[in-house]
């Protein structure tokens, strides 16, 4: 072998060491980002959860398909429920956005209803949802303020906030009723829980679980947020 071929060896033999260190050093794919949409790392290593982008104000005006969509399902509803006579995701009518008797609310654009029956129950339990979008989020607030039934009603306790603004009445007669009003954006939702007596549980999760649906849709995602889903991340939060 000439004295060329040995040095170019020994060269060759150099790089191939070099390589070797620096592979054992730093390991395959350290210190590049995460791909795109994957969950990140905290300084602990902790893998810390997807952010959810879709706890927004509803601005988008919906079409009619999109917000009957959103109605929850019977078993996205309160554990026990089915679907009551009417169906669910029923497209609404403007009077379903009024006071009794009354012509729709100005700026009334579109609406959803649904409706649950409890399933077993001696009595007749059951859970009346309403959802209304507007042009703008002034005519949506004047609705959502004039909607709200406050004869022979008191606080229903002080759940967590829904939406941009909402509030939660027991009726203070025979039905035993309890009202829950959301306002998000353009959009408010009633849901009405009978028999209820002044517990607003179930009509807050129904109406998170609505309200986080439409948001869903809104972002051009599946409606997937169930009142069961609320309520267990209700209780966690609050641990």
Do not use: N
Not at 130 to 146: I, L, M, N
């Amino acid at each position: 072998m000439t004295r060329s071929h040995l040095a170019l060896t020994a060269i060759l033999l150099t790089a191939l060491t070099l390589s070797a260190c620096s592979t054992d050093k730093a390991p395959q794919g350290e210190g590049a980002p995460p791909p795109a949409g994957a969950p990140s790392a905290s300084a602990t290593g902790t893998v810390q959860p997807f952010k959810d982008d879709t706890d927004v104000p509803l601005t988008r005006q919906l079409t009619r398909g999109e917000l009957t969509r959103a109605i929850p399902d019977a078993e996205d509803v309160v554990p026990g429920y089915y679907t009551g006579s009417l169906h669910k995701s029923l497209p609404g009518e403007p009077d379903d956005c009024a006071l009794s008797d009354a012509p729709a609310p100005a700026g009334w654009q579109r609406s959803g209803r649904g409706e649950y029956d409890y399933q077993g129950s001696t009595v007749s339990r059951g859970i009346d949802l309403d959802v209304c979008q507007f042009d703008t989020a002034a005519h949506a607030k004047a609705a959502y303020e004039r909607w709200q039934d406050k004869d022979e009603t008191v606080p229903a306790g002080t759940p967590r906030k829904v939406g941009e603004e909402s509030v939660f009445l027991a009726h203070t007669g025979s039905s035993g009723s309890v009202y829950g009003y959301s306002r998000s954006g353009t959009v408010v939702a009633r849901v009405r829980v009978e028999d209820a007596g002044q517990d607003a549980t179930d009509a807050h999760d129904v109406l998170a679980a609505t309200i986080k649906r439409l948001q869903q849709v809104q972002a051009g995602r599946r409606a997937t947020a169930t009142a069961p889903e609320i309520a267990a991340a209700e209780r966690a939060r609050d641990q």
